[in-house]
């Protein structure tokens, strides 16, 4: 398995180009299963986990081209007859179940197994079941696949989410665009990823209200047509690289960055004495003063600071002035960092879902263990700041959601290396 050294100390400075959505493609890819003519998406990034979904999508009958070296991806649903999505896939990522919705709006029939994914948590599928069976659909789990069926098609209904999830959010707009009726769903959830799919779906012709509020109307239409469509900016690994020149000191302009994307997180770095200003390419990020200051961060669904940013901030606090409590509400066990933060020198005291960490004044390299997606690129950022070398192994949680991560940092002047084994 591959590993990256990081060799720490030296400013950085330039400039970082950021990539289409991972979370935003992986929704809108599922999404050709509800046409027969061709979607197009531009923006695409080069991610371990798009060759999954377009594995999963050719699984299913679909053709998936990649043109421009898998910057746009040309899909047809046309001749997509099977509705079973293996479990030798699906098991490993979890946004595989985002073929469910479209797979039930298509054939009213769908066998997809329960997912994988990063181990951050139970992460279950039951808004996805109850939303569904909401539109008339029976749904079993049986040899550890979800078994859904509705023979005369989906109906429009009313739905309350009990939480507002992302995925349950996508899954059922995108069932809801060609069932019989109107849909609401009632606190979706209003990341940029759902504007973003809504954008696309209205494009092929769906008819959709409201997307990016907590109340979301579909009207169903009998069919959909084919469309290009942008996939937007990655608004996780905008703000991944934004820490980089807080954490080892210079300045660097993020290319295609916008507040709006990651205003609550800029909010917190605001607090912490770092300085975040618009440019015309994007926003150029540097520390205001010498030190950051400790600040205390809770996440929260969109528009509160993004989970999958917290780990990346603990490893900023972890050398901050004073001490921060970091509180996860949205995963039960994503502090999976923390033990390996503290093998560089971090003071990280964790409480099931609380993590107080109390700055030093530098942390020490050391060889550590990717444990999922955002714990890997922590450990690389802390690993920028420690004094002597860090070893990141397991990298492949790295390859499904950062695109060119070495040829980036390096770009800025970080010294990082991908050692084969
Ligand atoms: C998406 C993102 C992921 C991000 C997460 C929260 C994709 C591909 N992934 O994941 O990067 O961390 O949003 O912003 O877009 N839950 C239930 N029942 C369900 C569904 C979810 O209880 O049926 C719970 C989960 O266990 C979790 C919480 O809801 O605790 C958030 O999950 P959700 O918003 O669904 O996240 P994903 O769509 O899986």
Request: charged share 20%; with cysteine.
């Amino acid at each position: 398995m591959d590993s990256i050294l990081v060799k720490g100390g030296g400013e950085l400075r330039g400039k970082i180009p950021i990539a289409g959505a991972k979370n935003a493609c992986l929704t809108l890819m599922p999404a050709t299963l509800l046409s027969d003519e061709p979607l197009t998406l531009t923006n695409v990034p080069r991610l371990s986990d798009i060759a999954t979904m377009t594995q999963l999508l050719q699984s299913l009958g679909a053709e998936v081209s990649s043109l421009q070296d898998g910057q746009v991806i040309v899909m047809s649903s046309r001749d997509a007859e099977n509705p079973v999505a293996d479990y030798e896939i699906v098991r490993k990522m979890r946004a595989s179940n985002l073929v469910l919705g479209p797979l039930l709006a298509r054939h009213g029939k769908a066998v997809v197994s329960m997912p994988g994914g990063c181990a951050i948590g139970a992460r279950p599928m039951d808004l996805h079941i109850h939303g569904l069976e909401a539109m008339g659909a029976t749904i079993e789990l049986k040899d550890g696949y979800l078994h859904a069926e509705v023979p005369g098609g989906l109906r429009g209904a009313d739905i309350t989410l009990r939480f507002a999830s992302v995925g349950a959010t996508e899954n059922l707009m995108m069932a809801a665009t060609l069932a019989k009726g109107t849909t609401v769903i009632s606190n979706a959830a209003r990341e940029p990823e759902i504007i973003d799919l809504a954008k696309c779906l209205s494009a092929m012709g769906a008819q959709i209200d409201g997307a990016g509020s907590p109340s979301i109307t579909i009207q169903g239409v009998d069919r959909l047509t084919g469309a290009t469509h942008p996939v937007l900016p990655d608004r996780i690994e905008l703000g991944t690289y934004m820490l980089a020149p807080v954490i080892a000191g210079g300045e660097v302009e993020l290319l295609g960055g916008r507040i709006e994307l990651v205003a609550a997180f800029c909010e917190k770095l605001d607090e912490a004495g770092i300085s975040v200003t618009e440019t015309t390419d994007g926003l150029k990020v540097s520390r205001r003063n010498g030190r950051v200051s400790a600040v205390n961060v809770r996440t929260e669904v969109f528009p509160g600071f993004p989970t999958d940013l917290q780990a990346q901030m603990m490893a900023l606090l972890c050398t901050a002035e004073g001490t921060s409590v970091l509180e996860e509400t949205i995963f039960e066990n994503r502090f999976m960092h923390a033990p390996e933060l503290m093998r560089m020198g971090a003071q990280i005291d964790v409480q099931g879902g609380t993590a107080t960490v109390t700055g030093v004044d530098r942390l020490k390299g050391a060889p550590v263990m990717a444990t999922d997606l955002r714990a890997s690129v922590s450990l690389i950022l802390a690993g920028l700041a420690a004094e002597g070398e860090t070893v990141v192994s397991r990298v492949y949680h790295l390859d499904r959601g950062y695109e060119q991560v070495v040829r980036k940092f390096n770009g800025i002047g970080a010294q990082i290396e991908r050692i084969k084994s």
